[in-house]
């Protein structure tokens, strides 16, 4: 009977969210069995997510938990409110500087309802590390179109794509924040001066942001790679004395950097090379996506499981006469 009762479980799925959109709406998920990104601290899953009873809100997300043991509620949150913090950033960075277009998501935090059976098969073949269980806690986040590349790793160190806008925005978060927090691992899609960024790093004093916040240890090390450039010219300096004189060791544990410096890979390897974190052979999944149409109206019926072939929901379509063709992001760093 226990083997007859987990076979029901098909389908990864999460509960309504336990954190709303700008909207005011709840929404869930339902994503694949096998990720599509495996970094250092997290595992990113495609699927879809709803808002509940609701089939045409369905939109194309990125599912993320945590690598370590289960996401907690309070770390699940605590991510979500480093997000909107962010965006707080950008809006007031955005006064000094009109000509950029700097915008974060926002993602949800929401429990897993059911975990699928076929996780095991596919954690075999695929050979990664991370199991799903029943009550932790995920972050669900649109999935954005375009390129989806790093521009500054969690530690400060910046990548080929990052332009000195993005790094004086950090800078400003500093400054902003009254010297109380700085925003890193800044990751999204840029599209001319306009920048839409996913989930950031927040290290604060007082590790309010979750699991990837280092404290004070997090915002030395920051500014020990950063350097500041002609967007930064009216921003105070940063300085160690600062900190606390514990500072310079409280980042080695219990977050440690050790394995956020770029390191080399063979020319052989493709698709999730990046050089914060060390990805092992993953399969990276390369879709395509219809986008969805806007929101409107309420359904009855509780939405349909994910269909993991045509990357849509069983029952009423969503297309609407056209498909948006996504590429494999070249860097994912989680």
Same mark, same amino acid.
């Given at each position: 009977?226990?083997?007859?009762?987990?076979?029901?479980?098909?389908?990864?799925?999460?509960?309504?969210?336990?954190?709303?959109?700008?909207? $005011?709406?709840?929404?869930?998920?339902?994503?694949?069995?096998? &990720?599509?990104?495996?970094?250092?601290?997290?595992?990113?899953?495609?699927?879809?997510?709803?808002?509940?009873?609701?089939?045409?809100?369905?939109?194309?997300?990125i599912?993320?938990?945590?690598?370590?043991?289960?996401?907690?509620?309070?770390?699940?949150?605590?991510?979500?409110?480093?997000?909107?913090k962010?965006?707080? %950033? @950008?809006?007031?960075?955005?006064?000094?500087?009109?000509? %950029?277009?700097?915008?974060?998501?926002?993602?949800?935090?929401a429990?897993?309802?059911?975990?699928?059976?076929?996780?095991?098969?596919?954690?075999f073949?695929?050979?990664?590390?991370?199991?799903?269980?029943?009550?932790?806690?995920v972050?669900?986040?649109?999935?954005?179109?375009?390129?989806?590349?790093?521009?500054?790793?969690?530690?400060? /160190?910046?990548?080929?794509?990052?332009?000195?806008?993005?790094q004086?925005?950090?800078?400003?978060?500093?400054s902003?924040?009254?010297?109380?927090? /700085?925003?890193?691992?800044?990751?999204? /899609?840029?599209?001319?001066?306009?920048?839409?960024?996913?989930?950031?790093?927040?290290?604060?004093? @007082?590790?309010?942001?979750?699991n990837?916040? @280092?404290?004070?240890?997090?915002?030395?090390?920051?500014?020990s790679?950063?350097?500041?450039?002609?967007?930064?010219?009216?921003?105070?300096?940063?300085? &160690?004395t600062?900190?606390?004189?514990?500072?310079?060791?409280?980042?080695?544990?219990?977050?440690?950097?050790e394995?956020?410096?770029?390191?080399?890979?063979?020319? $052989?390897?493709?698709?999730?090379?990046?050089?914060?974190?060390?990805?092992?052979?993953?399969?990276?999944?390369?879709? @395509?996506?219809?986008?969805?149409?806007?929101?409107?109206? /309420?359904?009855?019926?509780? &939405? &349909?499981?994910?269909?993991?072939?045509?990357?849509?929901?069983?029952?009423?379509?969503?297309?609407?006469?056209?498909s948006?063709? %996504?590429?494999?992001?070249?860097?994912?760093?989680?």
């Amino acid at each position: 009977m226990g083997i007859l009762s987990k076979l029901k479980h098909t389908d990864n799925c999460t509960l309504p969210s336990l954190t709303k959109c700008k909207d $005011g709406h709840e929404w869930f998920s339902s994503f694949e069995f096998y &990720p599509i990104a495996v970094g250092s601290r997290k595992t990113a899953f495609e699927g879809m997510m709803y808002v509940p009873n609701n089939y045409w809100s369905q939109t194309p997300a990125i599912i993320k938990c945590t690598n370590y043991g289960q996401g907690t509620e309070d770390d699940g949150k605590a991510e979500v409110s480093g997000a909107v913090k962010a965006q707080e %950033f @950008a809006e007031g960075f955005s006064k000094r500087f009109p000509q %950029f277009s700097i915008k974060f998501l926002r993602p949800l935090a929401a429990v897993m309802d059911t975990v699928s059976v076929f996780n095991g098969i596919f954690r075999f073949l695929k050979g990664y590390d991370k199991v799903l269980s029943e009550g932790e806690c995920v972050l669900l986040e649109e999935k954005l179109e375009g390129d989806f590349v790093s521009f500054i790793y969690k530690n400060g /160190v910046i990548t080929s794509n990052c332009e000195p806008i993005l790094q004086a925005f950090c800078h400003y978060t500093y400054s902003a924040s009254n010297e109380e927090l /700085v925003m890193s691992g800044l990751q999204g /899609v840029r599209n001319g001066h306009s920048y839409t960024l996913s989930t950031p790093c927040v290290h604060s004093r @007082a590790r309010q942001y979750g699991n990837t916040d @280092a404290g004070e240890g997090g915002i030395s090390t920051f500014f020990s790679h950063h350097q500041c450039n002609a967007y930064c010219s009216e921003l105070p300096k940063f300085s &160690p004395t600062d900190l606390s004189a514990s500072s310079s060791i409280s980042y080695e544990k219990p977050y440690s950097f050790e394995d956020t410096f770029p390191v080399q890979y063979s020319s $052989g390897r493709s698709g999730c090379d990046s050089p914060e974190f060390s990805y092992t052979e993953r399969s990276m999944l390369v879709t @395509a996506e219809i986008h969805p149409p806007a929101y409107e109206g /309420v359904d009855s019926q509780p &939405p &349909p499981p994910y269909d993991f072939q045509n990357k849509a929901c069983h029952g009423k379509s969503n297309n609407a006469g056209s498909s948006n063709h %996504f590429s494999s992001p070249d860097v994912r760093t989680y």
